[in-house]
C-alpha cells in the first residue's frame, strides 16, 4: 500500500481528534472561505461551513455525519440583531 500524505487524508491512523474545540477565525468555510461556524464530523474526516452553507447543505450531510458542531449563535452574540444577514 502506498504511503498517504497527512495534510491530504488527514490522520487515519484511529487516533482521537478533539472535534469538541471551539472554531475560530481561523476555521473557514469549506466551500467559500468565510469564517467557519459548523463543524461537520464524518466517518472519514470533517467539513466545516459557514452558516449559510451549513443550511444549505444540511440535508446532504445530516444522514452521514456522525457529530455536528454548530456554533451559529455566536453570529448574533458577536454581531447582534444584524446577524441575520450575515447568515
Not at 8 to 35: E, F, H, K, M, S
Not at 63 to 75: I, K, S, W, Y
Request: hydrophobic share 40%; aromatic share 6%.
Amino acid at each position: 500500500m502506498l504511503p498517504r500524505s497527512r495534510w491530504l487524508y488527514g490522520d487515519v491512523t484511529g487516533t482521537t481528534i478533539d472535534n469538541t474545540a471551539p472554531l475560530t477565525a481561523a476555521d473557514r468555510c469549506d466551500r467559500c472561505g468565510a469564517q467557519a461556524y459548523v463543524r461537520v464530523v464524518l466517518p472519514v474526516g470533517e467539513l466545516l461551513f459557514c452558516a449559510h452553507h451549513a443550511r444549505e447543505h444540511a440535508p446532504k450531510f445530516a444522514a452521514v455525519a456522525t457529530h455536528v458542531q454548530d456554533e451559529t449563535d455566536r453570529l448574533h452574540a458577536e454581531y447582534g440583531s444584524g446577524a441575520k444577514a450575515l447568515s
